[in-house]
Structure formats: C-alpha cells, structure tokens
C-alpha cells in the first residue's frame, strides 16, 4: 500500500513565506515524478509544480519565481518552498506521486494525498 502525507500548510500574510511537505511510504519500487497540486473554491484543480526523477522541474506561470519545488530520498520526500504569497495562492494543495510502481515490472499509477490547507490573508 502506498500513502501520501502532506504537511505544513496554514495561515500566513500575504508577502509572507510556508514551506510544504510530502512524504510517500509503502512499497514503492520506483516515481517518475512528484508533485503539488491546489484547487481553490469554485475552480479546477491545477498543478503548481513538478519534478521528475531526472531533477527536472517546472512551474505554473503565476507561481514562477516565488516557489520551488525540491525532493529528496530519491523522490519520496517532495518540499515546495512558498515565498511571497498571495491571497490568490489560497487553496487546498495536494501533493501527487505519479508513474509510481511497487516492484520493478509492475503497472504505474498515480497517488494523491489528503491535501493540506494554505491561506493567505490580505
């Protein structure tokens, strides 16, 4: 079995900084990539950042130059560093492991987590 936890969200003022945290356990073989995810109030769900197992990233546009996303452990473990947030940034971030495989000739499929709560107050 396979579980995502996040972790660090909160309350924060805007032009304020909140680093997120996700860690994926169970018997996991190999990820292709991991990322983060938010989904706001009334809007899609959309992706924030990614990394691949080749260290590659990328960003969506509004996000570019304020957030990073990082990992260790081999991908297990994915960060994203929040700096100069916005009010706009609130919403439910969801951290996605995908292409995830649980031995070596096994299917892939993605896994979500709970998702953690981000606000950021005029």
């Known amino acids: 079995q396979v579980q995502l936890v996040e972790s660090g969200g909160g309350l924060v003022q805007a032009g304020g900084s909140l680093r997120l945290f996700c860690v994926a356990s169970?018997?996991?073989?190999?990820?292709?990539?991991m990322g983060w995810y938010r989904q706001a109030p009334g809007k899609q769900r959309e992706l924030v950042a990614l990394?691949?197992?080749?260290?590659?990233?990328k960003y969506e546009d509004s996000v570019k130059g304020r957030f990073t996303i990082s990992s260790d452990n081999a991908g297990i473990t994915v960060y994203l560093q929040m700096s100069s947030l916005k009010p706009e940034d609130t919403a439910v971030y969801y951290c996605?492991?995908?292409?995830?495989?649980?031995?070596?000739?096994?299917?892939?499929?993605?896994?979500w987590g709970q998702g953690t709560q981000v606000t950021v107050s005029s």
């Open positions: 990394i691949n197992s080749g260290g590659s990233t």
């Open positions: 996605n492991a995908e292409g995830v495989k649980i031995t070596t000739d096994s299917w892939s499929r993605n896994y």
């Open positions: 169970g018997s996991i073989f190999s990820i292709n990539a």
